[in-house]
């Protein structure tokens, strides 16, 4: 973990590419020990959802160079090291348990939908919460949860107009996108038993994943299909 956290906070430091490139032999050191970890993981998931093993953990990591294609990008580099373990690997549906490992406590891990641009994507949602909300509310008030992870979202002021404003759920109805996300401090990271206590947080936010899942099912995000 340390070479990790030391790489990481380097390159967000130095966040430019002749250092990137100068630094190549550090990157693949912490690379190799974050592959690593998401082997073990795989491991720890399997033991209550077995869609995620025989699945190659370079194949379920992000890039850390960013798309540049993409505007208003604030620097070339992610300083982070990510993967989303689940039943399709890296794809984000079916929904599975994303972890992030950046420096300056940043560090995340969780689970649920960040795409607040697609419109079907937010109705399928936001049907599926009309409809089975009271089981959405069971699940974001499980007290173990509740300790350890934060809804959050792009969220509207008010509940969109197609809902009556009264409606059971408003307040979830309000989310174009939700997810789970549980923070990570350094010392919990470098825990000799952080694997086992990852593995116990992705159990603790599976229900979560289960339900959204229910939401979407298989759905392909537009620019995929």
Known sequence: MDEMLQYLAELEANNERTWYHA?????????AAFLALVQELIFEIGKF??????????????????DMRIPNQPTPYNPSFRAHIGPKGKQPFPIGY???????????????????????????????????????KVILDEPDFRRNFVLKGTALKNPP?????LHPHADLLRYKCMYAEGALSERTLRAKRFPQRAGELFHMVKPFADFLNEAVGNYVLPGDR
Do not use: Q
Request: hydrophobic fraction near 35%; proline fraction near 6%; charged fraction near 30%.
């Open 161 to 165: 107009r197609e809902y009556d404003p």
């Open 23 to 31: 630094h190549a032999e550090e990157r693949k050191e912490a690379t």
């Open 49 to 66: 959802d077995e869609r995620v093993l025989f699945h190659n953990p370079k194949d379920l990591m992000y890039r850390i160079p960013r």
């Open 98 to 136: 994303y972890i992030c490992i950046a420096p300056g406590g940043k560090s995340f891990l969780g689970a649920g939908i960040s795409v607040d641009s697609v419109r079907e994507l937010t109705g399928l949602l936001r049907e599926h919460i009309a409809w089975h909300g009271d089981e959405l």
